[in-house]
């Protein structure tokens, strides 16, 4: 049944509208009644009724400001305002101010009837679609999740049809852009799976929103994948990853691999991109650490005997070794592999023992548990300053500088 308040402080017009009217039979009961706008207030505040006949003239606080305070504090209610003849003007102006309608004295039985029908029907409406907005805002994470991941499947071809998506969803998706993979490295624990992903999502968007990036993304079953607009290059990019990964690391054991992909210029390139992305972070060059790979890392995937090399450095790389003691292990010649290096990776087996060795000391650097000579021996350099000269010819600055800098949130 819907309620009713009846606020007039007229005696008569109060008990004409309670008596005249059957108004059970419109499901409707008359729950309060009051003689001017203050208390009527307060029976609103009460009583949360669906429907309010108020007068326009009363003391204390007249209609108008009734129906405004009503506004301001219920909008889900409707009001209606009982106005003489030479009111008519003042009457109107309570419609600016949130009156569903306005009757003129002396009041006739039906029509009021039917302006109280009017405003529930209105009223109803308005909830009807209150409610499915309030389902749809609940339900639109869902429709997000599958939309990005048909998005990156390439379920969508056409660009129109893409854009259309994208500007329903309200989601920030540019022309331009970068696609980004990431997923944990050896675990078949779902849960820390599920948990770390969730961990470093929320990492990484913290990192790319401080730095002006437009961002969107979501978490699957064993990846997340952001979608990066922005006038950010891949470099940039990279460094923001890199930094979202030592935060990570701060609390985090589990290995991630990061694919990011060269920029897309069309909605319909997404798809080829998150392949990308997805292709570089299972393919990455470094195993068993966190790692950004881009495809100036990896142009195809790996043979057989670069992946085994590249474990034999991530087990070793600690000990004075060379690639003449892992072609032996792998039981080919030093020409070959140098070789097979040189097409697959672009690098020397050197260059990529160095480069992971650095990768391992500016962990540690970042860790405070360890002074440099220590780190210089525990990366497989017994000369500190030999070290310090490669790091500084790799990274541009010297171990101490880079530690500064990452302490002041420059790296």
């Keep these: 049944m819907f309620k009713m308040i009846v606020v007039d402080d007229e005696y008569l017009v109060r008990l004409g509208i309670k008596e005249t009217i059957s108004w059970n039979d419109y499901n409707i009961e008359i729950v309060g009644e009051a003689t001017n706008g203050k208390k009527g207030l307060e029976l609103v505040n009460e009583l949360k009724p669906d429907i309010i006949i108020s007068d326009i003239k009363m003391p204390i606080m007249d209609g108008l400001e009734f129906v405004k305070h009503i506004n301001e504090i219920n909008n889900d209610c409707r009001s209606i305002i009982l106005s003489g003849y030479k009111d008519f003007e003042y009457a109107k102006e309570t419609l600016e101010n949130g009156a569903y309608t306005y009757l003129l004295k002396p009041i006739d039985n039906s029509e009021l009837v039917n302006s109280v029908l009017n405003a529930l029907g209105d009223l109803l409406k308005e909830r009807e679609k209150e409610k499915y907005l309030t389902s749809l805002k609940e339900e639109l994470p869902s429709i997000k999740h599958i939309f990005l991941l048909d998005l990156t499947s390439g379920k969508y071809t056409a660009v129109e049809k893409i854009k259309e998506k994208i500007d329903l969803l309200n989601i920030p998706i540019n022309q331009e852009g970068y696609v980004l993979y990431c997923h944990i490295d050896n675990t078949e624990n779902q849960e820390i799976i599920k948990e ?7 990492i990484i968007n913290e990192v790319f929103n401080n730095n002006m990036n437009q961002i969107a993304g979501d978490l699957f079953d064993s990846y997340f994948v952001l979608i990066v607009s922005g006038d950010k290059e891949l470099i940039e990019l990279e460094n923001l990853c890199n930094k979202a990964l030592r935060q990570f690391e701060k609390t985090n054991s589990e ?45 195809s995937k790996y043979r057989q005997q670069v992946v085994e090399a590249m474990q034999y450095i991530a087990e070793n790389f600690n000990k004075n070794i060379s690639i003449k003691m892992v072609s032996e292990s792998l039981y080919v010649s030093e020409s070959h592999l140098m070789h097979i290096f040189k097409d697959d990776v672009g690098k020397t087996f050197n260059e990529c023992l160095t480069d992971y060795r650095l990768i ?19 990366v497989g350099y017994s000369d500190v300053k030999y070290f310090s000269q490669i790091f500084r010819k790799k990274e541009g600055i010297s171990p101490t500088d880079y530690l500064n800098q990452e302490n002041n949130g420059e790296v």
Excluded: C, R
């Design 255 to 299: 290995v991630l691999s990061i694919g990011l992909s060269n920029k897309y210029f069309q909605f319909n390139k997404i798809s080829d991109n998150f392949l990308q992305a997805k292709h570089l972070a299972k393919n990455k060059l470094f195993p068993t650490i966190n790692t950004v790979s881009t495809s100036t890392y990896l142009s």
């Design 196 to 202: 770390s992903l969730n961990n470093f999502y929320n």
């Design 360 to 378: 391992i000391a500016k962990k540690m650097l970042l860790s405070g548990k360890y002074k440099i000579y220590e780190i210089a021996e525990k």
